[in-house]
């Protein structure tokens, strides 16, 4: 059976943004769902935080930014912030709000880990729910090598 893997948007924004420094090791992350090793979850929200941040920086880049997303729509499921995560949300106290909602999204889709550069999202939820692993980039591309 396969890993189903949750990416933050910081993930995607490195994949897109080709001048970060993790880019090379996101793309290799990408690279387990686009060779179909892993089911990779996305929320639609990602998709409009990274056009803000790629269009920003590449003002002439709509039709790349568009070409990227389709592509990424036929090899990743996309999910939605709905009126649950935001109420989930609403009840922490972690001091991220986003951080909270996309916990939710990963966890209500059954995922078995979440991808994350974010070094608090592992802080405020790791052991929450002993069915998802929340990993740095580097720690999930060991876990995949080894595998």
């Given at each position: 059976?396969?890993?189903?893997?949750?990416?933050?948007?910081?993930?995607?924004?490195?994949?897109?943004?080709?001048?970060?420094?993790?880019?090379?090791?996101?793309?290799?992350?990408?690279?387990?769902?686009?060779?179909?090793?892993?089911?990779?979850v996305l929320v639609a929200q990602s998709f409009v935080?990274?056009?803000?941040?790629?269009?920003?920086?590449?003002?002439?880049?709509?039709?790349?930014?568009?070409?990227?997303?389709?592509?990424?729509?036929?090899?990743?499921?996309?999910?939605?912030?709905?009126?649950?995560?935001?109420?989930?949300?609403?009840?922490?106290?972690?001091?991220?709000?986003?951080?909270?909602?996309?916990?939710?999204?990963?966890?209500?889709?059954?995922?078995?880990?979440?991808?994350?550069?974010?070094?608090?999202?592992?802080?405020?939820?790791?052991?929450?729910?002993?069915?998802?692993?929340?990993?740095?980039?580097?720690?999930?591309v060991a876990k995949i090598t080894v595998s």
């Amino acid at each position: 059976m396969k890993i189903k893997v949750f990416f933050d948007t910081n993930i995607l924004i490195d994949v897109l943004m080709e001048d970060r420094p993790m880019t090379e090791i996101s793309n290799k992350i990408f690279q387990t769902v686009l060779s179909n090793k892993a089911e990779g979850v996305l929320v639609a929200q990602s998709f409009v935080d990274a056009s803000y941040m790629y269009l920003r920086k590449n003002p002439g880049g709509y039709d790349k930014f568009r070409d990227f997303v389709a592509k990424l729509c036929n090899f990743f499921n996309i999910h939605y912030i709905d009126t649950f995560a935001i109420n989930y949300a609403c009840r922490q106290d972690s001091g991220d709000f986003e951080d909270d909602a996309m916990y939710y999204v990963a966890r209500s889709s059954f995922c078995d880990v979440i991808v994350t550069s974010d070094k608090h999202f592992k802080e405020r939820h790791q052991g929450e729910d002993p069915n998802i692993q929340i990993m740095t980039p580097e720690e999930f591309v060991a876990k995949i090598t080894v595998s």
